[in-house]
């Protein structure tokens, strides 16, 4: 009787938190699960149940998500193996406490706060092919011909990079804050026995420092992969109405699809993002798992 | 323990992706409203309550000195053409009804687009809201979430000429206020094909190419156009296929009669990419937006603009455009085919258009609001050089710009209309389409790429 009433109030307690992660979380994930097996050609109306056929439309040319795919992996390797260890290197540089730590930590962070769309539209005027800055500094220096005459984002060679290079650039301060942390958790003992053990201020960062801070790596890993697959806004502002723009994402697709009676399509997106996003963070676990130098668990 | 493990990345993939989650449709738990909000007795079930329509669709009843808040949105932003006019009917009806408190809203074209249709789903839509004519508001009518127009509009037949009113009759039924009507057409800067020798518009299509090809021996850029709002492409793409296999096939094709698959669509676009390979449109236009080409054309950067006549007011304003107006044209596109097409076949019609939420609480003076508002944008919008009126005009006219009255000589003289390709075209068709148009203008397909990958995507 008394562990009855020990459950009872545990699950109780329990209660709001569960039902709030249900309905806001596990329910809409259930929905478009279900929504991505009909038409759905309006809002209200699901249409014929289709079972996996929207999942095989959208790798038709007419869909072009094959190709988002590619950029959203692309997205996700830059970040990883350019904004994150660019990401570590400031807050390693940070993290020794040189003069202005706390004046360079604010500038690195700043782009953070502020809004995609801003970043979206400082951007664009940065790479006007017109009146833009880059190509007035190319002009001053006679360059103007490297430039294509398009501008950096009308030129597909060039596009993809043009629109990633900012999405990069904002979240590095993230990251860098994230692993700033954890440098500045490092016990001053352990860096100061690896100098006395003669070891450089490189090695002591690649030795100690880093396998300290492994745990944190491995979120910021996760979560540049995940928003990379995720990403939209940025992007969106460059892509305007974002037809056949050579640097399409799935949640620009999505979010046409959704909004032009293609429900089902739309929904079928959504779960592969999320299959997606799950098997990443699966992946980059199981990387980071330690194991045994010895071979058994 | 594995359970446990399991059930934690489950957890933590669920938080990760909440929002992708979320980013699915509506569920299907949305209002069912009947089709015809006109018939005897309509009942709309929404999720808190029920309430039943009489025979008007009226489902308040409003005296005329009790206090009511009619809500609308709209695309009349600050930078937008009609703002003026919107503005002005606005003020004159808070005069003429004063017990209605009138909130109004403006939003970004394309974000509007995506705005309306998720109030709709959900059910949140303000009492008047405006739309595109044809597909874009028959998505709505048939989901039966407009309220419809036939009584309200049957007061102003002799103000509101029935053939307006073709583009926003569904099934015989009036959904719509039209407001402006405008089409397609070729603006010229005068001052810079002076430069190249012209002092005249080229009329026919031997003579714009052979002005396009002086002006780019005079160092000028003849076009301008937006590659990435691709709206802005089809003004150019859409009048040259009309010019060379006629209105009618083209009617046929956007309206699904026919099918892309025609040899002469396929050579009309490759006639668009020869004049971008030739050097003719400005290179800088693939990155711009469309304000930025538009101003690009008023100071002197482009000689020649594609796009709808709702630019006349900008043109002619000494404000946005000081001194501009003595510089520029209007003309139609030339005939590239004459066999097929001819002068007078135009890319427009009345598109601008007002309607009325079905679940508006009050539904009946919405309509009756709505109606006059229209009367009265039209009549402001004909004024500032928005476009031509979809109502017979009234009052002193003499004022309106010289751009404006070429427009409407053009029009004077129409054989056909074909509606712009985006408005005639349903949602689902509409994305292929230009889809299709931006990688055109990409020169990713060609003609024959064009009609192959349209006579598959589109039904």
Redesign the interface.
Known sequence: MHNKNKYLTVFLFLLPALAL?IG???Y??I??IH??MYE???????GEFVGFKNYIDLFN??Y?FGHAIINALILAALSVFIQLPLSLGLALMLGKGIKGERFYLSVYFMPVLISAVVIGMLWEKI????YGLLVKSFEAMNMSSVL?????????KT?LMAVFLPTIWQYVGYHMLLMYAGVKGVSPELREAAMLDGATSGQVDRYVVIPCIKPIIKVSI?FAI?GSL?SYDLIKVF???A????YKVP?LL???????????I??AI?VL??IM??GF??LV?WMFKERNPYGAK | MKMKRLAA?L??????????????????T??DTSKDNSAATTTTTTDTSTTTTDNSGSNTEVTSDEQVTLTMWCIATEGDSNRKAYEHAIADMKEKYPNVNFEWEAIEN?AY??KI??A??ANEVPDIFFTWSCAFLG?FV??GKVYCLDDTLAKYKDELPENMLGNTTYDGKHYGVPTTMNIVALFANMDLLAQAGWDKVPENYDELIQCCDDLVAAGIIPFGCA?????CVTEYLEPIIQKSIGSDALNDIFLGRASYDNAEVAAAVDTLQEMIDKGYFD???????ND?VKQ?FIDG?TAFYQNGTWNCADFASEEKAPGFLEKVKVTEFPVINSDKSKLGQLIGGPSDTLAVSASSEHAELAAEYAAELGRLICHYGYLDGCGLPAWIPYGDTSSINPLTQTVAEICAKADSYVLFGDTAM???D???Y??A???VY?K?LDGAGFIA?LK??IR
């Open positions: 992660f806001v979380l596990v809409p994930i929905a478009s929504h991505s759905y050609r309006t809002f209200t109306d699901p040319s007419q072009d790479y006007n092919p017109i294509p005459p398009e501008g950096l984002l009308g030129n597909p596009a996760i995940t995720k892509a305007k109405d037809y056949n723009c050579s949640s999505l979010v046409r699809y959704a909004f032009n009676n293609a429900g089902g739309a929904s959504a993002m999320i996003c799950f963070a699966i676990n | 990345w957890l933590a993939g669920v938080m990760a992706l909440s929002a992708v989650g979320c980013g699915g449709t509506a569920p299907a949305t209002p394309e687009k995506t249709a998720a709709m789903a998505d048939s989901q590659g990435g709002e691709t709206w290179p800088a236009g693939a990155s711009l937006s930025d690009n950067r349903s949602a689902v509409k994305v292929p230009l889809d148009v931006a990688k990409g990713q990958e598959n995507a």
